[in-house]
């Protein structure tokens, strides 16, 4: 008997433990697309539901303020779409689904101001695409707040305005899968619901991947007092011309995950903030191109902003890389020139600890300008200023090497504003980046073929540049290297500096004189140097070294 009541037991808490599996069964609405159909099929017990379908058009309607049904999509139209109505929150399941609207209007439309569930079904691969016609704000559209979950793929492609916009904020949960933002004519994601000061609006990443590239406006962006918040995952994003990667209207926090941002586009910038930017902790590497564009830019807006006076800029912890490698911008409608910087802080920069690592690469980049308070308590911010530009875009192969140089009979132990290059004829093909306190340099020396080139290398002090010689001659090997930390390859560092004609310890008029007499076959007096009038390293002394040699004169 005992037995008997005990297995009663267990059946009646089976029972009560598979019931709301049941339930959920029939709380859940099937919508699949079949080409030029659409399918609804709504349990018969939900009566506060209804669907209007026109060929692969589905409109719902749900009238419910108590139970959060289920949305479920499968299957493929090349011009369908979903609007959803209600007042109540729900979830969207995308499983397995290829949607496109090509009449006007978004691919999916949830004209709901509540909370809305997206799950990525694992294991599926989902594509939307809005049409370039019409006055929808997004290929995938919430008037509320999304939160997306799930491992399954999610790719978006916005041909009238953003891909993913939420009205309210948008949420990235930690079981997120993978996010495409496939292109874009203005952001990849966006949220915000044009009221000022309004608190729900921000972006909050926990977990998943986003990628995001071809958009023609900014990657993520949280407006009307909106904020970012990364807290784990992976976020690749590229930028075009007048555009941000991650940008918040007040605050951006960086505090876990991996983010790899390429400022490609003009007038651009990876991270920017309307209050204050804090790194806290995760990856950040940021590559800067575009010509005036910031890595990292903590702006003031004092006119027509929804934030006041900011621009502020705090590390606490992290690791940020930084390579910027663009020119001067001037903008066609003002006059006014910026450049290509690596941080650029509107108002204080505050740092206690992270580490932050900023090479600018060319004649015209630039490292760092604060122009508020400069507070380090902690943690390290590094800056390299190498004066040659390295293209590496054709460049398949890769060697390294350790450098060390010698000067005037001393191996170097501090080199602060110094940097060394290697290079094949006039081109750099890489450059060495000295760990703090190190008397070493690393270099990644690059090469689009795998041919033996012969390699050279200059040391730059501070603006002037001297020819370096290697204890025995190096030439490229591809995934090769030479030297190690503790056995660098030692580089002999000349007196004379390349440009200083005449060999008078200084690169001045005199040797724009004797020069340019040299290449008009002219008499001339003074001493003429052809290894240091060979400013590029082509092997001769040609007008473009008598340019270079006016540039460093001029300063221009």
Not at 198 to 212: A, P, R, S, T
Request: net charge negative.
């Amino acid at each position: 008997m005992r037995s008997m009541i005990r297995l009663a037991k267990l059946l009646t808490a089976a029972t009560a433990l598979l019931a709301p599996v049941a339930m959920s069964a029939q709380q859940t609405i099937d919508i699949v697309y079949a080409g030029t159909k659409a399918t609804v099929s709504i349990p018969a017990g939900i009566t506060d539901v209804t669907a209007t379908v026109e060929g692969a058009n589905v409109s719902i309607t749900s009238t419910t303020t108590t139970t959060e049904y289920t949305y479920r999509l499968s299957g493929s139209a090349d011009d369908g779409s979903l609007t959803l109505y209600g007042d109540y929150k729900l979830t969207l399941q995308l499983a397995g689904l290829s949607l496109t609207n090509a009449h006007g209007g978004a691919a999916i439309d949830v004209e709901c101001g509540k909370r809305i569930a997206v799950e990525l079904v694992n294991g599926t691969r989902n594509t939307l695409a809005d049409s370039p016609q019409g006055s929808q704000k997004a290929a995938l559209y919430f008037k509320g707040h999304a939160e997306f979950e799930d491992h399954g793929t999610l790719s978006v492609t916005g041909r009238l305005k953003h891909a993913v916009c939420a009205k309210e904020y948008m949420e990235l949960k930690a079981s997120t899968g993978t996010i495409n933002v496939l292109g874009a004519v203005s952001d990849g994601l966006h949220c915000g619901k044009g009221k000022v000061n309004n608190e729900h609006n921000y972006f909050l990443m926990k977990g998943g991947n986003v990628n995001i590239m071809g958009v023609g406006g900014d990657g993520i962006d949280a407006d009307d007092y909106g904020t970012v918040t990364i807290e784990g995952g992976t976020v690749s994003v590229n930028t075009g011309d007048a555009a941000t990667a991650l940008k918040a209207d007040s605050l951006l926090s960086i505090s876990g995950g991996r983010i790899n941002i390429a400022v490609m586009g003009n007038d651009s910038e990876g991270l920017r903030s309307r209050y204050r930017t804090t790194i806290s902790g995760g990856q950040i590497d940021i590559a800067v191109s575009g010509n005036g564009s910031k890595a990292i830019k903590g702006k003031r807006f004092t006119e027509g902003s929804t934030v006041l006076d900011g621009g502020f800029v705090n590390i606490t912890g992290g690791v940020t890389t930084i390579s910027v490698s663009g020119a001067d911008y001037t903008d066609q409608a003002t006059g006014d020139v910026s450049h290509a910087m690596g941080l650029s802080v509107d108002a204080d920069y505050r740092q206690e600890g992270g580490t932050i690592s900023i090479t600018a690469l060319g004649p015209k980049a630039r490292t760092t300008s604060i122009k508020g308070a400069d507070v380090r308590s902690g943690g390290t911010l590094t800056t390299t200023a190498v004066p040659w530009t390295i293209n590496t875009t054709d460049c398949l192969y890769d060697m390294s090497a350790f450098v060390a140089v010698n000067r005037q009979g001393s191996r170097l132990t501090d080199y602060s504003g110094c940097t060394v290059g290697a290079f094949a004829g006039s081109a750099c093909v890489g450059y060495a980046v000295f760990p703090q306190g190190a008397d070493y340099g690393i270099m990644r020396i690059y090469s689009s073929t795998t041919d033996a080139k012969p390699l050279t290398f200059r040391f730059a002090d501070n603006g002037a540049e001297y020819k370096l010689t290697p204890a025995s001659a190096v030439s490229f090997a591809p995934l090769s290297a030479v030297g190690t930390p503790e056995s660098p390859l030692v580089l002999a560092c000349g007196v004379y500096q390349l440009g200083d004609v005449n060999r008078d310890k200084s690169v001045d008029q005199l040797d724009v004189e004797i020069l340019a007499c040299k290449l008009a076959g002219k008499p001339h007096t003074g001493t003429f140097n052809s290894n240091y009038a060979d400013v590029d390293g082509d092997g001769k002394a040609t007008v473009a070294d008598l340019a270079q040699i006016i540039e460093m004169i001029t300063g221009k």
